[in-house]
Every structure is written in structure tokens, then in C-alpha cells.
């Protein structure tokens, strides 16, 4: 399972604040990607990254935004925009993109009040 | 874009028993079909995959089947162990298209012992 972190495990925010969750590996994974997770919905991607310098937007992008400057780290900053933030968030990476196995971080919980 | 629907959303099995999940895609040229695990409280974990030009693939206690025609393709578990407990993901991709996983919503497998 390692390889891939996610910090913090647990993050609280205010109503109206930006806040960044990091996502890093050590795998020397071209690809990366966030997730976000919510009860009863799957896994619903936000964005991804195929290379450095380069992203993506995945099916629920609004009120997110990500930077991929270096290969090792894709943080995503969730904004005052994303209309309900409060949810799962999970980071994953993978040698490429289409069939290679795409390898999980452990999860931020971000709570927004 | 590719829809995936999994069914049931909740199984219940004793242990043992056989547990299979069904999902369904709507692109007729995905060609890339994922199964992903999650115990509670864990990352979601790659257990089975197959690809369009096979039918059944199986590992260990785990198979899965593919019906291109009908669109769709099954997980199944033989002999239920309490450790099979986890949300299911299955996913779609297709190779030649935008090369993005879909997944399903996840099915809840419940082992009672």
C-alpha cells in the first residue's frame, strides 16, 4: 500500500475558504489523479494528469482546481466556489493512463462548516 | 460519455456461498473492464480485470465474465469468505477514446458468517 500519501487525514475548513490537499508518490507514476467520494456515488473523478505540466478535467471539475509541477505531486485545491465541498477525497496514480493499474492513496476527509 | 451502473447496490451472502455482482456499460466501444475493492476504511485495490477480446477471466476465488453484446459483465466470488466484505467498484474504459475510467457507484458485499 505505500507509495502514495495524502495529507492531512482529516481536514476542517470554514465556509468560504480555499484549502489544498496534497497527493504525493514515490512510484514514478506518469499519471495521476483525484477522486472524490460521497455515500452511494462511486468514485467520481475531478481531475487528472497524464504527465507534468499537464491536467485534465474529469466529470465534476467546477470549484476544484490542481497544479502538476512536479512528477511526484498533484495537490488540489478545493475553492470557495465548489458549491458542497464536505466529502472524500482520494488521490491515485498509475505508470500511464488507460489499462495500467491505478494505485490509491489512503483519503482526505474534508469536512467544510 | 461511458455510464456504468452496478446492481444490487447491497448483497448479503453466508459464508461460502457464492456472491455476484452485475454492471452494465452504455459505450459499446469500451474495451476495458476493471474491478476495484475497498474494505471499509481502506483505499480502493485493483483484484480483477479484462479486456474486450476475452470472455472469462479468472483468479483464485474470483472470475469474471464479459457479454459484449449485451453490455455488460459480472464479478463473481465462489466460496465467500468473511475478508470479501467491501465495496465493489467496476469500471469502464475505452482505449481509443478519451482513455478514462468510469466507474460504477459499488456494490456492498456483505459475508455472514
Known amino acids: 500500500d505505500g507509495g502514495i500519501t495524502q495529507s492531512p487525514k482529516y481536514l476542517f475548513r470554514k465556509e468560504g475558504q480555499n484549502v489544498t490537499l496534497s497527493c504525493e508518490q514515490n512510484l514514478n507514476h506518469d499519471a495521476m489523479y483525484w477522486y472524490r467520494q460521497d455515500p452511494g456515488q462511486g468514485l467520481r473523478l475531478i481531475y487528472y494528469s497524464q504527465i507534468v505540466n499537464d491536467f485534465q478535467k474529469g466529470d465534476i471539475a467546477e470549484g476544484y482546481s490542481v497544479s502538476r509541477e512536479k512528477k511526484e505531486s498533484f495537490p488540489l485545491t478545493v475553492t470557495s466556489a465548489q458549491k458542497n465541498p464536505t466529502a472524500f477525497y482520494l488521490c491515485?496514480?498509475?505508470?500511464?493512463?488507460?489499462?495500467?493499474?491505478?494505485?490509491f492513496g489512503p483519503g482526505t476527509r474534508l469536512t467544510v462548516t | 460519455g461511458e455510464n456504468v451502473e452496478q446492481h444490487p447496490s447491497t448483497l448479503s451472502v453466508q459464508e461460502g456461498d457464492s456472491a455476484v455482482i452485475k454492471c452494465t456499460y452504455s459505450d459499446s466501444a469500451s474495451n476495458y473492464f476493471p474491478w476495484y475493492k475497498q474494505e471499509l476504511g481502506k483505499r480502493p485495490q485493483l483484484i480483477i480485470d479484462i479486456r474486450s477480446n476475452v470472455g472469462e477471466k479468472k483468479d483464485q476465488r474470483i472470475a469474471v465474465t464479459l457479454n459484449k453484446t449485451a453490455k455488460h459483465f459480472s464479478l463473481h466470488i465462489t466460496e465467500t469468505q468473511p475478508e470479501d466484505s467491501a465495496v465493489y467498484f467496476c469500471a469502464a474504459l475505452n482505449l481509443y477514446g478519451n482513455n478514462r475510467l468510469a466507474f460504477g457507484k459499488g456494490n456492498q458485499v456483505v459475508v455472514i458468517p
Open positions: 491515485a496514480s498509475s505508470l500511464g493512463t488507460g489499462t495500467y493499474e491505478q494505485y
